[in-house]
């Protein structure tokens, strides 16, 4: 079975950690939304640990619909007052949507790819527009601090951008 591997990791896990009575608010008040590439590790990456933070993952780390309930629910029922929207060099999500979809057609072999995969050839860009649009929504805004920063996946270095 191809999860089996995994299964069996969680059982030794589940036994190393018995039953944890963590709360549900993020412990340092922190809600990091970012990509969901592999050579990010959210919670180190700043000095946290579980329980500590709210982490939303989407590809290129953008604001979506989606993302932002994250961010509503985590600032009004989940303990946030800080959120950290982080970018990262060497994402698979920059570029153009052109070339997104054709490297997707020759993976898939379908010709005609009715999907938006949301590439970013303005990565940085983007994330400011982000960053702004949270800062500017009603349920959000007024409620957390918000944040932009740029991560180098080589160096591990985090640098706050706006
Ligand atoms: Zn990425």
């Known amino acids: 079975m191809p999860f089996n591997d995994l299964l069996a990791a969680n059982a ?3 036994a190393t950690i018995g039953h944890r009575q963590l709360e549900r608010q993020a412990r340092a008040g922190v ?3 970012t990509c969901m ?6 919670l180190p990456m700043v000095g946290l640990e579980f329980g500590d933070a709210k982490v939303l993952r989407t590809p290129g780390g953008h604001l979506g619909p ?3 309930v994250g961010c509503v629910l985590a600032v009004h029922l989940l303990g946030v007052n800080r959120i950290m929207v982080v970018s990262h060099t060497k994402c698979a999500a920059s570029g153009t949507e052109a070339r997104l979809r054709e490297a997707i057609s020759a993976s ?3 010709a005609a790819i009715d999907m938006v995969f949301g590439a970013d050839s303005d990565r ?3 994330l400011t527009a982000d960053v702004a649009a949270l800062r500017a929504h009603e349920l959000v805004g007024d409620f957390a601090e918000i ?3 740029d ?3 080589d160096t591990g270095r985090l640098t706050q951008l706006c």
């Open 108 to 110: 898939s072999g379908v």
């Open 37 to 42: 590439d592999c050579r990010i590790d959210p």
């Open 66 to 68: 989606q993302s932002l």
């Open 147 to 149: 944040a932009g920063f």
């Open 124 to 126: 940085l860009g983007h």
């Open 31 to 33: 809600c990091i939304l």
């Open 151 to 153: 991560y180098d996946v």
């Open 12 to 14: 030794a896990y589940a």
